[in-house]
């Protein structure tokens, strides 16, 4: 930030004041620090407000020329980095407003007509995170691309599929990867009912009544991209679902992008050892040369904790608030920053290293059978022989009990045992002992055998054609 240029600070507020504001109020409600980032948005909202005063009849046609030009410097100027706010300057709203001061001396003083922060700044933000929200979004779809990429190279890798973390049954290891894929492209589709919800205009609603002069919310709202004007001017300036919502779209998002990062941790282990981390997306050790860390996945799991926290704070925030506007809510902002910023860090980092790694597939498939994952197979073929499932879970498990005194797999008990064990069983069970023959088994819609795997591989490529799509759209006009 830089030094004050003016002698007198540009205070929105204060003829009713003896004094200036306390040194220690004026660091405590200070915002411009973080809110400067707004600026974009609040132009924005200014030439849509300055047109409507104008169709008004409070600008006339030279003044409304003066003032949108005003404005495009100021932005240019912002953009240029030569117009910054100073330590004077409370909140982004207050040092815009200096600057059209500094551009148009009192002529500048009228586009606050029928206008308040309350209202500018719930436009703002909405503005901000809709334009953000996008952003976010084309990041996931690059995620959920990298995944993807790899499901299709391993729809044919056996896994040891988990429960527990303990061996369970066997999978694909492309349905897998495309596990990891469906919780992102719910995440994308709660960021569409998010916008949708969150495409309403707050400006007309002024401090919290509305205003007494002749504005047109919805041309302002049409003006801006957004779907409606509010249809409450209290509810309007005291709302900040949209913040709290978007919050939590976000904190999911951090969870399933930690769950990934847990598994990838796992991944790269030496004790699993299935997948080997790209060069460029790992990090070595200080002290440890041999070392190999899977440091973005780590990062995606620590990092959930702030998306989570962020959603907590401001929920706590608004709770008990009465309406309408109360400065508390000028806490909304850094957590809502936060997360957009942490995600635009985070989502390119964890595509480049899913895209970039190697399936380790002798690994996975020599990893696939172990742990007698292959008992629900022996279990299932009892059922088709009509016995009832209690009864051949029973049995399946008597061999599994004799497979482990005698430290052997389930392919390795004679045809005696077998017997011994049931009269149901037969050497033909052996047919089903294999991971092979239980990926292929599985036919139905959305298990892991390769016909089905590749069915949903394509309807995901097919979803992820249509939000690539979506999140380029432009949703906040661009002046
Ligand atoms: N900086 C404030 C915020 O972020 C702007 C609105 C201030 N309004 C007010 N009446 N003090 O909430």
């Known amino acids: 930030m830089g030094v004050p240029e003016t002698e007198e600070p540009t205070r929105l507020w204060g003829a009713r004041f003896a004094g200036g504001p306390a040194e220690a109020l004026a660091r405590l409600s200070v915002s411009v620090q973080f809110d400067w980032r707004l600026a974009p948005y609040d132009l924005l909202a200014s030439r849509a407000h300055a047109r409507v005063l104008a169709n008004a009849g409070l600008l006339d046609a030279d003044e409304l020329g003066k003032m949108l030009a005003a404005l495009d410097d100021l932005e240019s100027a912002c953009a240029a980095g030569e117009f910054r706010p100073t330590v004077e300057d409370e909140d982004v709203h207050t040092a815009l407003e200096r600057g059209l001061l500094e551009r148009l001396g009192s002529l500048g003083g009228k586009l606050r007509a029928g206008r308040s922060r309350n209202d500018q700044v719930a436009t703002d933000l909405r503005l901000y995170l809709r334009d953000h929200a996008r952003g976010v979004a084309v990041a996931v779809v690059e995620l959920a691309d990298a995944l993807t990429e790899q499901a299709a190279r391993n729809i044919d890798t056996p896994a040891p599929g988990m429960t527990h973390v303990q061996h369970a049954q066997p999978v694909s290891f492309g349905h897998w990867l495309l596990a990891h894929v469906q919780p992102l492209l719910r995440d994308l589709e709660r960021l569409r009912d998010w916008d949708a919800r969150t495409a309403i205009s707050p400006l007309g609603s002024g401090a919290l009544a509305g205003s007494s002069l002749p504005l047109d919310p919805a041309a302002v709202a049409k003006e801006l991209g957004f779907s409606a004007p509010a249809p409450n001017s209290m509810d ?204 292929a088994a599985r036919t139905t819609p959305g298990s892991t055998g390769p016909g089905p795997v590749r069915e949903q591989l394509a309807t995901v490529q097919h979803k992820l054609d249509n939000w690539r799509q979506w999140a380029v759209e432009q949703v906040v006009p661009r002046h």
């Not at 779209?249 to 992008?257: E, K, N, P, R, S």
């Not at 797999?409 to 149901?424: G, I, N, P, R, Y």
Request: hydrophobic share 45%; charged share 25%.
């Open 236 to 439: 309007a300036v005291s709302d900040r679902d949209f913040v709290a919502e978007f919050l939590f779209t976000t904190a999911l998002l951090g969870v399933h992008l930690s769950r990934l990062g847990e598994e990838v941790v796992l991944w790269t282990s030496t004790e699993f050892g299935w997948v080997e981390l790209d060069d460029a997306f790992a990090t070595g050790s200080s002290i440890m040369p041999q070392k190999k860390n899977a440091d973005i996945a780590e990062l995606a799991r620590g990092k959930s904790g702030r998306l989570v926290g962020g959603l907590v704070a401001v929920l706590t925030m608004l709770k008990g608030l009465p309406l309408t506007y109360d400065r508390d809510m000028q806490e909304d902002k850094e957590p809502a920053f936060d997360a957009v910023d942490t995600l635009e860090l985070l989502l390119p980092a964890l595509a480049g290293m899913i895209s970039t790694m190697t399936v380790r597939v002798d690994r996975l498939a020599a990893a696939a059978p172990v742990g007698f994952s292959l008992a629900t197979e022996v279990a299932d073929w009892l059922v088709r022989k009509g016995v009832p499932f209690r009864d051949a879970h029973e049995v399946t498990g008597k061999l599994v009990a004799l497979c482990s005194a005698r430290e052997c797999e389930l392919e390795d008990l004679t045809d005696d045992d077998l017997k011994t064990v049931s009269e149901h069983l037969d050497p033909s069970v052996r047919e089903v002992l294999s991971v092979s023959s239980a990926l």
